[in-house]
Structures are given as structure tokens and as C-alpha cells.
């Protein structure tokens, strides 16, 4: 299935800079990019895990990956930059 886009998620210049901090990350059946911009959709729009839209992947594999990046420290330390960042991007 193909995903549409959303204002949420990170553009490949993002991606490019962020992506070495998921090299150690175990290997998903979705690539790891997509459960990032997933995670990124939860925690701006404030959706609930069991309410993430059809085209995204399932909530528990979501919501595991955002566990586990947790506990490495990169959403609590990078997911700042990503707000700062985001706020002065003039959304439509």
C-alpha cells in the first residue's frame, strides 16, 4: 500500500541527518524512516497509538519502535531539534 504524506513528516534533508542515529536500531518489517515520520505523527498531533491512520503501519509496531528509541535517549533529545525546527515551518 502506498502511504500519502503528511505535514509531519521529516523531508530527506531531516532524514539524511538523522538516519546514522538509527543504524543500531533491530531491523523492521518497515523501514525505519516510516516508523520515524509514524512516531513524529503521535507526538504532534497528539493522536492515539490505537488511532493512527489505515495507511500507516500497525500501532504496535509503532508504538515498539518509539519504546525503544525512548530508551535510547533519541526522541527525548532530538525530537526537541524536530519541534524547534517544525515551529518555523510555515505549515499549510
Avoid at 520515524?36 to 503501519?57: A, I, S
Wanted: with cysteine; charged share 20%; hydrophobic share 35%.
Amino acid at each position: 500500500m502506498i502511504r500519502k504524506a503528511y505535514d509531519t513528516d521529516l523531508n530527506d534533508q531531516e532524514w539524511a541527518k538523522i538516519e546514522p542515529y538509527f543504524s543500531k536500531h533491530r531491523t523492521y518489517k518497515w523501514p525505519k524512516r516510516v516508523l520515524v515520520n509514524e512516531t513524529l505523527y503521535v507526538t504532534k498531533t497528539g493522536c492515539q497509538w490505537r488511532m493512527l491512520p489505515h495507511d500507516f503501519p500497525l500501532y504496535l509496531t509503532v508504538w515498539s519502535f518509539f519504546r525503544r528509541s525512548m530508551t535510547t535517549g533519541w526522541f527525548q533529545v532530538n525530537g526537541r531539534w524536530y519541534y524547534a525546527y517544525s515551529a518555523q515551518v510555515p505549515w499549510q
